[in-house]
């Protein structure tokens, strides 16, 4: 079992930065990959990215792509998403969600546990 806590929303201007952590429960964080996701208002959860058990590979969104980076700790049991340059488009509820394999995938599906989101918003 593992419990995902979101943290770092809020309000940012576009073309500012934004830093959302995700704090993860239990001893196996490290043999989950990693996901984060975003869902505005009226619209399905989308995906934006992932990273590996061990930090090896990410893969992000085309629509994030050169903007926001994905990373995370081990030894902290986190996961981070630093968002750049974030645009208005952006703004949105971000969760976190672990999958219990090596290499996560682009699916909502996919994931067996899920964060309870926090909210970004971009002003233009």
């Known amino acids: 079992q593992v419990q995902l806590v979101e943290s770092g929303g809020g309000l940012v201007q576009a073309g500012g930065s934004l830093r959302l952590s995700c704090a993860a429960s239990g001893r196996t964080f490290s043999s989950y990959a990693m996901g984060w996701f975003h869902q505005a208002p009226g619209k399905e959860r989308e995906f934006v990215a992932f990273?590996?058990?061990?930090?090896?590979?990410?893969y992000y969104a085309d629509s994030v792509k050169g903007r926001f980076t994905i990373s995370r700790d081990n030894a902290k049991n986190t996961v981070y998403l630093q968002m750049n340059s974030p645009k208005p488009e952006d703004t949105a509820v971000y969760y976190c969600a672990a999958e219990n394999t090596v290499v996560a995938g682009t699916a909502v599906w996919e994931y067996d546990y899920w964060g309870q989101g926090t909210q970004v918003t971009v002003s233009s």
């Open positions: 990273i590996t058990w061990n930090g090896g590979s990410t």
